[in-house]
């Protein structure tokens, strides 16, 4: 019995009965296998994995996007397999509301990413024994100034996209590609220029840090459900 | 925008936004149903090594990003 890989879940203009093929892209023929007034699109494959690779990788997000081109979806994790046409019934049936309820409040709106990075610091450390006391004490200094304006910053940066988004949610990190603030916002379609025009002014205030900004990206940090499936009595 | 030795393209900064947001994010299907892929959070750090390498970053553009905006797969 053939798997399915899902791509996303999408609502449909009018009840359909049957699994149709929607569109091609080369070997992949995407399908939409309906439930009342929502689909979910995926693809017929053999398979019980997928490779991550990078081809794999930009190959779902490409198909994700067309699908996204024509309607609100929630898009489905990379690397979903479902066992079969039944079973993707089932979890359409078993979170139907959920699922409706997410995509009337996904419509029309999109996700951009924010990306805080900072530069490298050039190690000048010329440590001896007779300034070493001096320097800690000037440091833990100019460690606060800095952590104050990065704080200054985040918090600049976070309440001003907030203003023009639904919703927002970044986290705090420093890794070896020195990122230290990584945003996702969902916004309304036409709030896209705004939200350019924001980063911009930021960035101009902030001249010694990088901000990026992508997208837009399908709502993937905003699709997740809040509520438990309706189940029926004696049900698993 | 100071530090231009340092400065990642944006390529790459999309790279790590795209491999976040499918491999960490979305709707999550779950049940006894659902065969996921083995050791995802194994293979994604991995693949987030992978995509340290301005190298590789450099080959992805010039193979992977263009052909996909451009339509071509």
């Known amino acids: 019995m053939k798997k399915i890989y899902a791509y996303a879940i999408c609502n449909l203009k009018e009840e359909q009965g049957k699994t149709k093929t929607v569109f091609k892209v080369n070997q992949h023929k995407i399908i939409s296998i309906p439930f009342k007034k929502i689909a979910l699109m995926g693809e017929n494959i053999e398979k019980s994995n997928i490779e991550i690779g990078i081809e794999n990788l930009f190959t779902h997000e490409k ?12 898009p489905v994790q990379f690397g979903t397999i479902l066992k079969n046409k039944k079973a993707v019934k089932n979890i359409l ?7 409706r309820n997410k995509l009337q409040e996904l419509a029309n709106k999109t996700e951009l990413g924010v990306k805080i990075f900072i530069p490298k610091k050039e190690n000048t450390n010329t440590n001896t024994t007779h300034n070493i006391f001096e320097k800690k004490s000037k440091n833990n200094e100019e460690n606060k100034g800095t952590e104050n304006h990065t704080y200054s910053l985040f918090s600049q940066t976070h309440n001003k996209l907030l203003k023009i988004s639904i919703k927002g949610k970044y986290t705090v990190d420093q890794d070896e590609e020195h990122l230290i603030y990584d945003g996702s916002y969902l916004i309304p379609e036409a709030n896209i220029t705004s939200f350019k025009e924001v980063i911009k002014k930021i960035d101009t205030k902030f001249p010694e840090f990088q901000f990026s900004l ?3 990206w399908p709502p993937y940090n905003f699709c997740k459900l809040e509520s438990k499936p309706f189940r029926k009595k004696g049900g698993g | 925008m100071t530090f231009e030795n340092e400065k990642l393209s944006n390529e790459k ?8 947001r499918i491999l960490d994010k979305g709707v999550i299907l779950k049940g006894d149903i659902t065969i996921s892929v083995a050791d995802v959070d194994l293979i994604y750090l991995g693949l987030k090594v992978f995509l340290a390498s301005v190298d590789k970053a450099e080959e992805l553009r010039e193979h992977q990003w ?4 451009q339509g071509d797969y």
């Open chain 1, 214 to 216: 992508t997208g837009p």
């Open chain 1, 93 to 99: 049936q078993e979170y139907y509301s959920q699922f």
């Open chain 1, 63 to 74: 198909i994700v996007e067309k699908i996204w081109e024509k309607t609100s979806i929630l």
């Open chain 2, 13 to 20: 900064i999309t790279l790590l936004d795209l491999v976040d």
């Open chain 2, 66 to 69: 263009e052909k996909m905006k």
